[in-house]
């Protein structure tokens, strides 16, 4: 079956460091979304990607979407300790219907 | 307010004992999804409903039932919960589903545990 991956599993960083978290598929995904869960929480929703070599900005946040629309990446400048949690990508394959998603990046922030 | 809810929040129950979870929404979303989360695993889809009465297996649907007799309410039901079922669960919705996907929102949780 379709699998998503993510690296890496955990990070670990210093207040004020950068971050990055990569989500690739086996498959082609018609579009990819980004959830945040906090430590205890539910996952909420970041974004969402479409089109092949998409760049959003939110902030201190920056995703892409890969040309071949089967990875992506999350960027996180300048962490703070809010930006604590565990980043998800989930896709959908192309024509399909049920979402998969990764496994996730936990990230800490040392203060 | 615009929300999901689940219940309960927490259960512990024993193996071969029937439970349903409930889950519903106040948004008249049309796409309804029940997730398993566990460590290391994220989150992997049971079954999701695209509208009433329509419902089809996710990834992992074995010894899970769903229904959808209205739009609001989407319960996931364990005819004979086993130890391998606890886990976290989460109820999702979405306005409706097309290309591209609407957001999900996310229910609070369910922490399940069989015994």
């Known amino acids: 079956g379709q699998q998503v991956m993510q690296i890496p599993q955990y990070q670990h960083v210093q207040e004020g460091e950068d971050f990055t978290t990569y989500c690739n598929s086996s498959?082609?995904?018609?579009?990819i979304q980004w959830y945040k869960q906090r430590p205890g929480g539910h996952p909420v929703f970041l974004i969402q990607?479409?089109?092949?070599?998409e760049v959003k900005k939110q902030k201190r946040l920056t995703f892409q979407f890969g040309e071949a629309k089967k990875n992506s990446s999350l960027h996180i400048t300048a962490t703070q300790t809010t930006d604590v949690g565990t980043y998800f990508c989930?896709?959908?394959?192309?024509?399909?219907?049920?979402?998969?998603f990764g496994p996730g990046t936990r990230l800490s922030v040392l203060p | 307010e615009a929300q999901v809810t689940q219940n309960p929040r927490y259960l512990i129950t024993v193996t071969g004992k029937k439970l349903t979870v409930t889950c519903s929404q106040n948004?008249?979303?049309?796409?309804m999804s029940w997730y398993r989360q566990d460590p290391g695993l994220g989150l992997r889809q049971i079954y999701y409903s695209m509208n009433v009465e329509v419902t089809d297996k996710g990834d992992v649907p074995e010894g899970y039932k769903v229904s959808r007799k209205e739009k609001r309410n989407f319960p996931l039901i364990l005819e004979s919960p086993s130890p391998n079922q606890t886990s976290l669960y989460f109820c999702a919705s979405s306005l409706f589903w097309a290309s591209p996907m609407e957001t999900q929102y996310f229910g609070p949780g369910t922490r399940l545990l069989v015994l």
């Open positions: 990607l479409v089109k092949s070599g």
């Open positions: 498959t082609t995904l018609s579009n």
């Open positions: 989930a896709g959908i394959k192309n024509y399909g219907q049920n979402f998969v």
């Open positions: 948004m008249n979303h049309e796409y």
